[in-house]
């Protein structure tokens, strides 16, 4: 019996590991979405504006039966 359901699911990552998640997605061909925000980070020395996901350690896949193996 196959329970498949093809449509969008949410992956865990390790912390600070969604975007180097999202190039080996990219580079396999699943299509996914890393929705991104501009943020002010400060140090002690310094500002800068980073882009950080919105929903950190997070990454959205959407299956299809293209997607099996």
């Known amino acids: ?5 093809p449509g969008w699911c949410v992956a865990y990552t390790r912390p600070q590991h969604e975007k180097k998640v999202a190039g080996l997605l990219s580079l396999t ?10 943020t002010l980070r400060q140090w002690s020395d310094r500002r800068k504006y980073l882009q950080v996901p919105l929903f950190p350690s ?12």
């Not at 019996?1 to 359901?5: A, D, I, L, P, Y």
């Not at 061909?29 to 501009?38: A, D, Q």
């Not at 997070?58 to 193996?69: D, G, K, M, P, V």
């Open 58 to 69: 997070y990454i959205f896949i959407r299956l299809s039966e293209a997607n099996t193996y």
């Open 29 to 38: 061909g699943i299509e996914f979405f890393l929705p991104m925000i501009k």
């Open 1 to 5: 019996m196959n329970t498949f359901k």
